[in-house]
């Protein structure tokens, strides 16, 4: 899910104005010449933009300051080392001012900012609580969710958006963020319950109806799925949606119609299915984000259906984006045997063998269909490397046995026959073909 940033200690130039005109006076008459003159110029610096310079003067003046003003210098450094994205720099120059009790909510917050870019979460999390405790009203618990959601710590991270919304109720972002959290969690009704009152206040949002369904679908409520993926898809056809992916990761158009045809599927409704996984490819221009997989689905779907060559075209497209696709290469192959096209059939065959190097399904699949054309040799071959991929039933076995001994390679046979005994020695299959061979 996509995390915005959080924006915490950011300011304009104009923002921050400088050191208050009560420092500066302090500074004309108190602490060095030095001192002085480097506050002075640091604080001009800073208001110009100018941030490596201001940083070097006032790193100056702290060198020589003793003063009460110091722990607001250091918070000025910190500004600087901020807008120079020195982060490091910017969390010792912060925690000294903090130190020497120059510290506010935005200060904290710009800890926060500078502990996010460096990656350490818990520690700028840490330093938000300190914000959130000391204005309440703030959005920092929101961002807290933000990081707590960046770290997969979904309960703090539920936790965190709740307290937010006590605050703020009417925040779309932290309901997004809940719902997320939850569906996570493993709590998919409950976040069900939020994404249905954000389509409810935001009726045009194709991307709520869609989160809904996939909500819906994880709890297991496949009728209500539907309800809610279909009323997505009117408000696309009637060309009113709004809205994008936002921070709590409700899905797009494109992935409320793919999970619309997984639903019809899995309901044997092969053709909403196969009409559903079209829509999926239109909505998404250039293929952006469509794969094998999404190319797979929609050949199954046809398939299904009875249109076996828009099936097939789309099974090449799946084998296209990823000639490693094992099943794609299989149902090719398949189809092509039920189409009397031995030589199709068998390069698809080899071609889901290779994808699948660990899988005995296509050997199996290979096995029955030269079985199929009397071509026995061939057919124990690929019987063997069924047995030799990690196929023991005794119903491979059996027929490994059998094919050896149809192909006339009675020595073969034999071993293929002791072997599978030793696996299944009550089997009944395997003694009637004992039986047979002795013969």
Request: aromatic share 6%; net charge neutral.
């Given at each position: 899910?996509?995390?915005?940033?959080?924006?915490?200690?950011?300011?304009?130039?104009?923002?921050?104005?400088?050191l208050?005109?009560?420092?500066?006076?302090?500074?004309?008459?108190?602490?060095?010449?030095?001192?002085?003159?480097?506050?002075?110029?640091?604080?001009?610096?800073?208001?110009?933009?100018?941030?490596?310079?201001?940083?070097?003067?006032l790193?100056?003046?702290?060198?020589?300051?003793?003063?009460?003003?110091?722990?607001?210098?250091?918070?000025?450094?910190?500004d600087?080392?901020?807008?120079?994205?020195?982060?490091?720099?910017?969390?010792?120059?912060?925690?000294?001012?903090?130190?020497?009790?120059?510290?506010?909510?935005?200060?904290?917050?710009?800890?926060?900012?500078?502990?996010?870019?460096?990656?350490?979460?818990?520690?700028?999390?840490?330093?938000?609580?300190?914000?959130?405790?000391?204005?309440?009203?703030?959005?920092?618990?929101?961002?807290?969710?933000?990081?707590?959601?960046?770290?997969?710590d979904?309960?703090?991270?539920?936790?965190?958006?709740?307290?937010?919304?006590?605050?703020?109720?009417?925040?779309?972002?932290?309901?997004?963020?809940?719902?997320?959290?939850?569906?996570?969690?493993?709590?998919?009704?409950?976040a069900?319950e939020?994404?249905r009152?954000?389509?409810?206040?935001?009726?045009?949002?194709?991307?709520?109806?869609?989160?809904?369904?996939?909500?819906?679908?994880?709890?297991?409520?496949?009728?209500?799925a539907?309800?809610?993926?279909?009323?997505?898809?009117?408000?696309?056809?009637?060309?009113?949606?709004?809205?994008?992916?936002?921070?709590?990761?409700?899905?797009?158009?494109?992935?409320?119609?793919?999970?619309?045809?997984?639903?019809?599927?899995?309901?044997?409704?092969?053709?909403?299915?196969?009409?559903a996984?079209?829509?999926?490819?239109?909505?998404?221009?250039?293929?952006?984000?469509?794969?094998?997989?999404?190319?797979?689905?929609?050949?199954?779907?046809?398939?299904?259906?009875?249109?076996?060559?828009?099936?097939?075209?789309?099974?090449?497209?799946?084998?296209?984006?990823?000639p490693?696709?094992?099943?794609?290469?299989?149902?090719?192959a398949?189809?092509?045997?039920?189409?009397?096209?031995?030589?199709?059939?068998?390069?698809?065959?080899?071609?889901?063998?290779?994808?699948?190097?660990?899988d005995?399904?296509?050997?199996?699949?290979?096995?029955?269909?030269?079985?199929?054309?009397?071509?026995?040799?061939?057919?124990?071959?690929?019987?063997?490397?069924?047995?030799?991929?990690?196929?023991?039933?005794?119903?491979?076995?059996?027929?490994?046995?059998?094919?050896?001994?149809?192909?006339?390679?009675?020595d073969?046979?034999?071993?293929?026959?002791?072997?599978?005994?030793?696996?299944?020695?009550?089997?009944?299959?395997?003694?009637?073909?004992?039986?047979?061979?002795?013969?």
């Amino acid at each position: 899910m996509a995390i915005a940033n959080h924006g915490a200690g950011r300011r304009t130039r104009g923002s921050r104005p400088g050191l208050p005109a009560t420092v500066l006076a302090l500074a004309l008459c108190c602490g060095t010449a030095g001192a002085e003159d480097d506050a002075g110029l640091g604080d001009q610096a800073y208001r110009q933009g100018r941030y490596a310079e201001a940083a070097s003067h006032l790193e100056k003046a702290l060198a020589q300051e003793r003063d009460e003003r110091a722990g607001r210098l250091f918070v000025e450094l910190g500004d600087c080392r901020l807008h120079l994205k020195h982060w490091e720099a910017a969390v010792e120059a912060y925690r000294r001012g903090l130190d020497l009790k120059a510290g506010s909510a935005e200060v904290h917050r710009a800890v926060a900012h500078a502990l996010t870019a460096l990656a350490r979460y818990d520690e700028a999390i840490g330093s938000l609580a300190q914000a959130a405790a000391l204005e309440p009203a703030g959005e920092d618990e929101l961002t807290i969710a933000r990081l707590f959601v960046r770290l997969e710590d979904w309960r703090p991270a539920e936790l965190a958006a709740t307290r937010h919304l006590a605050a703020h109720a009417d925040s779309t972002e932290g309901r997004e963020l809940l719902a997320y959290a939850l569906a996570r969690a493993g709590r998919p009704a409950e976040a069900a319950e939020v994404y249905r009152m954000l389509a409810r206040r935001h009726p045009l949002e194709v991307r709520y109806r869609v989160a809904l369904g996939q909500a819906e679908v994880a709890a297991g409520r496949y009728g209500d799925a539907i309800d809610d993926l279909e009323a997505a898809e009117r408000l696309r056809s009637a060309g009113v949606e709004r809205g994008g992916t936002g921070p709590g990761g409700p899905g797009s158009s494109a992935d409320g119609a793919r999970l619309l045809g997984d639903l019809y599927l899995r309901e044997q409704m092969p053709r909403e299915a196969a009409a559903a996984y079209a829509r999926m490819l239109a909505l998404t221009p250039g293929g952006e984000g469509i794969g094998a997989e999404d190319w797979y689905r929609l050949g199954n779907a046809r398939l299904e259906a009875g249109e076996t060559l828009s099936a097939r075209e789309a099974f090449e497209r799946a084998l296209a984006a990823s000639p490693r696709h094992a099943r794609a290469a299989l149902v090719l192959a398949q189809v092509a045997s039920r189409a009397g096209e031995a030589e199709g059939a068998r390069r698809h065959f080899a071609q889901a063998m290779e994808a699948g190097a660990a899988d005995p399904g296509a050997c199996v699949a290979l096995a029955q269909f030269e079985a199929a054309g009397g071509r026995w040799a061939a057919a124990a071959a690929a019987w063997d490397e069924a047995v030799r991929r990690g196929d023991r039933t005794v119903v491979v076995l059996h027929a490994r046995a059998e094919a050896w001994g149809k192909a006339g390679s009675a020595d073969k046979a034999w071993e293929a026959l002791k072997e599978g005994l030793r696996e299944h020695p009550v089997d009944e299959r395997l003694r009637t073909l004992l039986r047979q061979l002795a013969k």
